[in-house]
């Protein structure tokens, strides 16, 4: 079986839990959450980021969450998507940054799916990134299909 070099892979993901009393800042959860999924990722992968993409994550009028986290975690990235948050938000993210790579418009993205509620962690951001240039985990396996 042949699969497409294209073809889009987790890569990595990374997760943050607060159980303080003390509010967090959105952002900062998302982007220790980043920074744990570069180091999940095993090999150095966020210069390859060209796409940050997530929900508004309590998004105020003049804020760019995709923006903030970008800055934060240092990444390049010279796209950046904040969405609307909704019911199916992370799916679309998801399917529509996979599509993205799957036709050569974006190399590695960073999808950032909403935050639950801000005493609470953000569901794990995960890494997307073209096939033939992944370096794969011993436990990876590829889904066949």
């Known amino acids: 079986m042949t699969i497409d070099p294209r073809t889009p892979v987790l890569v990595a993901v990374g997760e943050v839990t607060n159980r ?4 967090v800042d959105p ?11 570069f180091t999940d990722a095993g090999v150095p992968i966020g210069h390859r980021i060209d796409t940050v993409a997530t929900p508004g994550i309590l998004m105020i009028g003049r804020d760019h969450p995709a923006s903030r ?13 904040s969405c609307p948050v909704g019911g199916n938000t992370p799916q679309y993210l998801a399917g529509t940054l996979g599509q993205d790579i799957m036709c050569g418009q974006v190399d590695a993205a960073l999808p950032k799916p909403a935050i639950r509620h801000v005493a609470a962690a953000p569901p794990a951001p995960f890494l997307w990134q073209a096939r033939s240039k992944v370096t794969t985990k011993p436990w990876a396996m590829p889904v066949p299909g």
């Open 69 to 81: 986290i970008a800055e934060a975690a240092g990444l390049r990235a010279h796209r950046r998507i």
């Open 20 to 23: 303080s009393a003390t509010v």
């Open 27 to 37: 952002i900062d959860l998302a982007t220790e959450a980043t920074r744990r999924a």
